[in-house]
């Protein structure tokens, strides 16, 4: 009999779930592509299905533990978890990189649960990047009803009344590194037994570590080494029997590395899939031009435009729900996310009356009531259709999806394979479309198929050698107890910098037994939090707290005057207090969305490293960034008019990162063809395309990372183009896009020149983000640019 697996995370779902109707990938598509004038798929790939390789169980798991999966349905592991937990029993630090649904979960289930039933007071810690995914795992443990393991959950949401009791009795802890960090960590002495005892440290969805976050989570990791284990009797007092960690990942370009820079330590790697998947058509799609509006004023030179992937992806939501096809659709937005969800709806009630009602938004900021009840709808049928952030890779289980519709790339590789794996019941076929939106790195991948399929997932980037994540780190090491050289070991590069820092500015004091902590108050130290603590949003008439957004976006999303979405239901804010970190609105439905506009300024600090070709220069270093949100437009839904600008003040924000950028010599540009006056033009329309095409190479977001041009520049005294970190203290992407600049400024002047528009359009030079109204751009100078930069710079 062949194995089944429920185990990723528990499945209550495919046992009431109704599958609907069945439809081939092959008709579904030919369904949806019928709707088009023109065709909207450039490619289609068939991604094969794929047997299971089982294993045997591995000779120590005992009986009882055997008897509790079969009793979950698992009749033996695959060979991938297998591989996995034999390492892990072995005490060898693994992590496990499979995709999406390949039970990673048992990998580590199996370790840590013969421990645990073989020595009584062995101690289990498990952390998940959010609640939603620890109370899922919570829930596959405590099925499994193994005696004396009392799994608990211990996050923010842990009556106080229940906290003691876990913290003394339960041995399978399931936490988040939030509150490792802030409550853990800092209560340590209550902790104490439980820590000395640990064995096992799992961490799951561990490539949701990267960038500044990644960093920080990193020596949150290195905080709970020094605290536990059993110290080394005799030996210095900084060595302890560390824990075994076991990590899970979804499938990344070199696991064993990013897990050895995340935890400090040498990790084997299991990435060989065994599990059986199902085949999967995968479409790319762009949508169509629009007809080109009746353009009344003739001044304005309007650019093709295409219909947006939005409205493109709530069409095609709407066909499939319409056929009865479970789908779910990724939007990168929380406010994308509800824009399609309403748009769905609205289309699926003009045809069915009340069919609307099968479709829903779901994104991180909900309450986890809200999230919960969506999720159980889905998958119990009585919703068909969901739109959702990627809240929903983090791993709460929906899988086995007949379509997904992916509106716009999301960024990484990675994160599309997961985003897909979503698609696929073992045994049956499924659809996924990757509907481009109009900008330059979705157009380039969707006409260029092999830059999606034929390349390797890129690698998880994180710097724990980031200064600005490392002192503060150093700052809460040293509260939880002193510092002394064995740990400064521990913490890595520069922790020895860091500490003469802190002691220079009187934040830590040198004693014969190490650095103390001076201050009475902790210091605030926030994980995710380049931009502060998030922002609630709250309904001013009745007090209801409709949810939140972080604080990096409140300025973009909750100004005065914004339009806020949520649930389909419009608001607008009355007034965002950024002392309380609260924003309150109004339901209201005004016929305009707002936009918000920023200036941003940049200024050179230092130059770490650059590269000197002739009229070229390529630069690395730290800049210091200054931005402000100064104003919004208001503008029609209906036709995109620009109804007003309005004023905002909000106070200016400060950024010390890392950024990468060029200049060009004056006589250079002019020799190329590019006329003084249209200088500003070209290198604004190659910085925006620039940026746009830095994912291709550098893991990243576009929402990471900023950029800045200019025909002069006061410290490069040259025509200049910056590319920056949106991350204080830089998180990896500059460096990664220096490292690599001949390769991704040749692929961004030729999605630029292969643009078949005349004059620049969003595929190409126009940012949805420009803080200037895309004015000036000039698509023919910003290849000239691009064509003097890279014929002078050393590939
Ligand atoms: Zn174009
Ligand atoms: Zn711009």
Not at 1 to 23: C, F, I, K, Q
Not at 489 to 517: H, I, N, S
Not at 632 to 645: K, N
Request: hydrophobic share 40%; charged share 20%.
């Amino acid at each position: 009999m062949a194995p089944r697996h429920d185990l990723e995370p528990s499945t209550p779902a495919t046992v009431a779930a109704d599958p609907g109707p069945r439809h081939a990938p092959a008709e579904l598509l030919a369904r949806l592509r019928a709707r088009a004038d023109t065709d909207p798929v450039t490619h289609v790939e068939r991604v094969p299905a794929r047997a299971g390789v089982p294993a045997p169980w591995p000779q120590w798991v005992p009986e009882e533990l055997r008897a509790a999966f079969a009793g979950r349905g698992v009749t033996a592991p695959w060979r991938h978890q297998a591989e996995a937990a034999a390492l892990a029993y072995d005490g060898q630090h693994v992590v496990v990189a499979t995709g999406t649904a390949s039970g990673k979960s048992l990998a580590y289930q199996m370790p840590a649960l013969a421990t645990l039933l073989a020595d009584p007071r062995a101690t289990v810690l498990y952390l998940a990047p959010t609640k939603a995914l620890a109370a899922d795992q919570l829930r596959a443990i405590a099925e499994l009803e193994l005696e004396g393991v009392r799994p608990a959950c211990y996050d923010g949401d842990t009556p106080r009344a229940e906290r003691e009791w876990i913290r003394r009795h339960s041995r399978f802890v399931l936490t988040n590194p939030d509150m490792l960090h802030h409550g853990i960590l800092p209560g340590h002495g209550q902790w104490s037994g439980f820590l000395r005892r640990l064995t096992y440290v799992v961490i799951d969805e561990c490539h949701t570590y990267r960038g500044v976050f990644g960093s920080h989570v990193a020596h949150v990791l290195r905080r709970l080494r020094r605290l536990s284990g059993t110290p080394g009797r005799g030996s210095a007092a900084g060595s302890r029997t560390s824990p075994v960690f076991v990590l899970a990942s979804a499938t990344s370009g070199d696991p064993a590395t990013a897990a050895q820079r995340l935890t400090g330590l040498p990790v084997a790697a299991v990435t060989e899939d065994t599990s059986p998947r199902g085949g999967v058509t995968f479409a790319l799609w762009e949508p169509p031009l629009l007809p080109s509006a009746d353009t009344s004023s003739d001044a304005v030179d309007l650019a093709p435009v295409r219909r947006s992937a939005l409205r493109e992806t709530a069409d095609l939501l709407a066909d499939t729900v319409a056929a009865g096809v479970r789908s779910l659709a990724f939007v990168r937005s929380r406010r994308g996310a509800e824009v399609v969800a309403a748009n769905t709806r609205r289309a699926l009630d003009e045809a069915v009356p009340g069919l609307g009602d099968r479709v829903a938004a779901y994104r991180g900021g909900y309450l986890r009531e809200e999230r919960r009840e969506l999720e159980r709808a889905l998958l119990h049928g009585d919703l068909l259709g969901l739109a959702s952030t990627n809240a929903l890779e983090l791993g709460v289980d929906l899988v086995g999806l007949d379509a997904v519709l992916i509106c716009g790339y999301p960024g990484t590789r990675a994160s599309l394979w997961q985003q897909a794996g979503r698609a696929g019941r073992s045994g049956q076929e499924a659809l996924a479309v990757l509907v481009a939106r109009d900008d330059p790195l979705d157009t380039y991948l969707v006409h260029h198929p092999e830059a999606v399929f034929g390349r390797p997932v890129e690698a998880t980037v994180l710097d724990p050698a980031n200064p600005y994540v490392l002192a503060p780190q150093l700052a809460c090491a040293a509260v939880e107890a002193p510092l002394t050289p064995a740990d400064l070991a521990l913490f890595g590069d520069g922790a020895k910098e860091a500490v003469d820092e802190l002691v220079a500015t009187g934040a830590l004091r040198q004693r014969p037994t190490g650095w103390y902590w001076r201050h009475r108050e902790r210091p605030q130290v926030d994980l995710r939090g380049e931009g502060g603590a998030p922002v609630a949003v709250v309904e001013a008439a009745t007090g209801r707290l409709l949810g939140t957004v972080d604080g990096g976006s409140s300025h973009f999303l909750l100004h005065p005057g914004a339009v806020y979405l949520h649930q389909g239901v419009s608001y607008v804010v009355d007034d965002l207090d950024l002392a309380d970190g609260c924003a309150l609105v109004h339901v209201e439905e005004p016929d305009w969305s707002t936009h918000a506009r920023d200036v941003t300024d940049v200024s050179v600090v230092s130059v770490r490293s650059y590269v000197d070709a002739g009229p070229v220069g390529m630069f690395l270093g730290e800049v210091d960034v200054t931005s402000q949100v100064v104003s919004y437009q208001r503008r029609r839904i209906a036709t995109g008019e620009v109804i007003d600008t309005r004023p905002l003040d909000l106070p200016a924000r400060e950024l010390r990162t890392v950024a990468v950028w060029f200049t060009l010599s004056p006589e250079s540009l002019a020799a190329a063809g590019v006329d003084p006056g249209d200088v500003p033009g070209g290198l604004h329309a190659a910085e925006h395309a620039a940026i746009g095409l830095l994912p291709l190479i550098a893991t990243c977001d576009r929402w990471d990372i900023g950029g800045l041009s200019t025909a002069l520049h006061p410290d490069t005294e040259a025509p200049t183009v910056f590319v920056y970190d949106g991350h204080p203290g830089g998180a990896g992407f500059a460096e990664r896009a220096y490292g690599t600049a001949a390769t991704w400024l040749r692929a961004t002047r030729d999605a630029i020149a292969e643009c078949g528009c005349e004059t620049g359009c969003p595929s190409c030079v126009q940012s949805p983000k420009c803080g200037n109204g895309n004015n000036p751009l000039s698509k023919a100078d910003a290849v000239r640019v691009l064509d003097v930069v890279l014929t002078n710079l050393p590939s």
